[in-house]
């Protein structure tokens, strides 16, 4: 990470995501909060192992809205902040953000939001842009890592003068992309991260009367952010036709291509905004007036689109818009789509080498390969055991982490999945609605940051299900970021801050019990104990299932395997083991399963449900 720190002018070749890292130390942040969620997780993580040499502290959130809501009070004491998150890290941010508008800020805030188009690691597509609109804060937009870069100082700069905080909206292509970044200089802040807060509590306390003139002071910071957009360094301006393209984002790289594929230079005129909240309404009135139509190309929903049809409009502009009728509403773009779309729009003729498809959609010839939890997991044993014991005709809400992968056969341990926190929630309504017996799964971290309000919920309303904390001592899924509950961090063991039963037994839960999934035997007699239980008195029911990430467990505490274990010669081919536990070191030779000595890590599980596995020591 020497170059994130490095105090030197140079061009570096970075992550887009180190990119913001870097640009944010040079405009002086001091604070830094987050919540991991891909694809913005290496934003807290590169400012997290650099914490020291920095001098920025650096928190892991419990969630994304406690992760605003601490990093606007700093920016409240004149103190920089930055707050990032996923997409729908925003949706849990929002009460927090949409009053924060309102109260402004003294120091500068940035809040990074990290958009995922195809749903690469997320459960929608969301698009963000419209939560700057909804709130009236400023949003810029990068195309590159070098813009990200540039455009997080900007957002610093312009949150401060205008006492706003402001949004810098990537999408995975800007966040997981490498990219030339001309940095330049950054000393480390020496001393404690101390601002001053001026009471004031006519102002900072949002009660109505309060709210009410806070509102009419962000319409004028909005008039004045205005003019800001309108002379914004990042509206630019490239070619001389009469064609126009209007983009923004890394759909401009696409547009670009595009346009030189088909040979139309000469004859376009391409508009790429880059900030996008408030729209400059007379810039893009100019830009008009320039063409005799316009293409919008961008990403998801009609955003840019809808506000250049108002100022066509209100301009009495004649010329066609065109969007969304040629440009995919679903999924991330790529350049054979844009050339596609801007060569039927203008009928200009081209020959494509190769159809465009939508890069969600796989030819059927390839082969699928679907994720799957790593061998020895523990969550596959914790599944194979509550599956034994409640069966497949039980319900099973499941949630966001590395568990959710449990949906797929021949575990099949997932009927219903929302967000984050969702399974205890929902575990309640279905045990109200419907007479099966209902197992939530939720991780550990997912617990902490939307499961306890709900889980207090279930307990008041009396409702009746187990709830399976799968707690693998890390927030596992997204890196194996520490959160207040796990014992184990990328930087060794450490005593848990907050014990999970502690926290479950204080919600009011019937019974808590603890088990270790790896111990097959005394883990199914204490589940069977506990469905015997919620038969005779129904309630809520906990049963936190611990044993570390195998991951991490070898990283940090470099645990050796000293045995694998093999299928020997009393097999009958029953398959059992790979219609149960289906880990990913079992393969069939003929009709035997074997067990890949490269990936089996020793757990035992499997030679627990079957004789024919044996240990095997290793030298």
């Not at 390969?369 to 914790?382: D, I, K, S, V, Y």
């Not at 889980?455 to 927030?475: A, E, G, M, Q, Y």
């Amino acid at each position: 990470m020497k170059e994130l720190t490095s105090n030197e002018t140079s061009t570096l070749f970075m992550l887009g995501n180190e990119a913001i890292v870097r640009a944010a130390l040079e405009s002086g942040v001091r604070f830094v909060s987050a919540y991991p969620g891909t694809p913005s997780s290496e934003i807290i993580d590169r400012m997290y192992e650099i914490r020291r040499e920095t001098g920025v502290r650096v928190e892991y959130a419990a969630n994304e809205k406690v992760s605003m809501e601490t990093a606007a009070a700093v920016a409240m004491c004149g103190v920089r902040s930055l707050c990032s998150m996923k997409h729908v890290g925003l949706n849990v941010a929002a009460d927090a953000f949409m009053t924060l508008a309102y109260v402004g800020v003294k120091g500068g805030m940035v809040i990074v939001t990290a958009d995922d188009p195809s749903l690469h690691s997320s459960q929608n597509e969301q698009d963000n842009r419209f939560y700057a609109k909804m709130a009236l804060v400023p949003m810029l937009e990068p195309a590159t890592p070098h813009e990200a870069y540039e455009m997080v100082k900007e957002a610093f700069e312009i949150s401060e003068k205008y006492g706003t905080p402001s949004i810098v909206r990537t999408t995975t292509r800007i966040n997981h992309a490498r990219g030339v970044v001309k940095v330049g200089e950054y000393r480390k802040i020496e001393g404690e991260i101390k601002g001053v807060f001026d009471k004031d509590p006519f102002r900072y306390v949002v009660v109505p009367m309060v709210g009410r003139r806070l509102r009419v002071e962000l319409l004028e910071r909005l008039r004045k952010l205005e003019e800001v957009s309108e002379k914004s360094s990042f509206q630019i301006i490239r070619g001389k036709g009469t064609l126009g393209i209007i983009t923004s984002g890394v759909s401009y790289l696409y547009v670009e291509d595009a346009v030189r594929d088909l040979g139309i230079l000469e004859k376009v005129k391409i508009l790429k905004l880059g900030m996008t909240f408030p729209i400059p309404r007379k810039l893009l009135q100019d830009f008009l007036s320039e063409v005799e139509s316009v293409l919008v190309v961008e990403e998801l929903e009609p955003y840019l689109e809808e506000a250049i049809r108002i100022v066509a409009q209100e301009s009495k502009w004649a010329g066609k818009i065109a969007g969304k009728e040629y440009i995919p509403r679903a999924f991330e773009l790529n350049v054979p789509l844009v050339r596609a779309a801007i060569s039927r729009f203008w009928g200009i003729s081209y020959k494509p080498r190769y159809e465009a498809i939508s890069p969600s959609v796989l030819p059927r010839e390839l082969p699928q390969r679907p994720p799957n939890l790593c061998p020895g997991c523990p969550h596959r044993a914790t599944y194979h055991e509550i599956k034994r014991i409640f069966g497949s005709e039980a319900l099973y809400p499941t949630d966001i982490g590395c568990y959710t992968l449990g949906l797929l056969p021949p575990l099949s341990m997932a009927d219903f999945l929302i967000c984050m926190g969702s399974s205890v929630s929902t575990a309640g309504g279905f045990s109200v609605a419907q007479d099966r017996p209902v197992i939530a799964f939720v991780g550990d971290s997912t617990f902490i940051h939307a499961g306890i309000p709900a889980l207090i919920n279930s307990v008041f309303h009396d409702h009746s299900f187990l709830l399976v904390i799968l707690d693998n001592s890390t927030t596992a899924m997204t890196g194996h970021q520490p959160h207040p509950g796990a014992s184990m961090t990328r930087e060794g063991l450490c005593e848990p801050k907050v014990r999970i039963e502690e926290i479950v037994r204080a919600c009011g839960a019937k019974a808590v019990e603890i088990i270790n999934p790896i111990q097959v035997k005394r883990s199914c007699e204490t589940i069977s104990s506990l469905r015997d239980s919620m038969e005779k008195n129904p309630g809520v029911y906990v049963l936190i299932s611990r044993s570390p990430c195998p991951l991490l467990e070898r990283r940090i505490v470099k645990k050796a395997r000293r045995i694998v274990f093999r299928v020997n010669e009393t097999c009958d081919g029953c398959v059992r083991c790979l219609g149960e536990l289906a880990c990913p070191a079992f393969y069939k030779e003929g009709d035997r399963v074997q067990i890949n000595p490269l990936m089996c890590i020793g757990c035992s599980v499997c030679a627990q449900i079957c004789k024919s596995i044996k240990p095997v020591k290793l030298h």
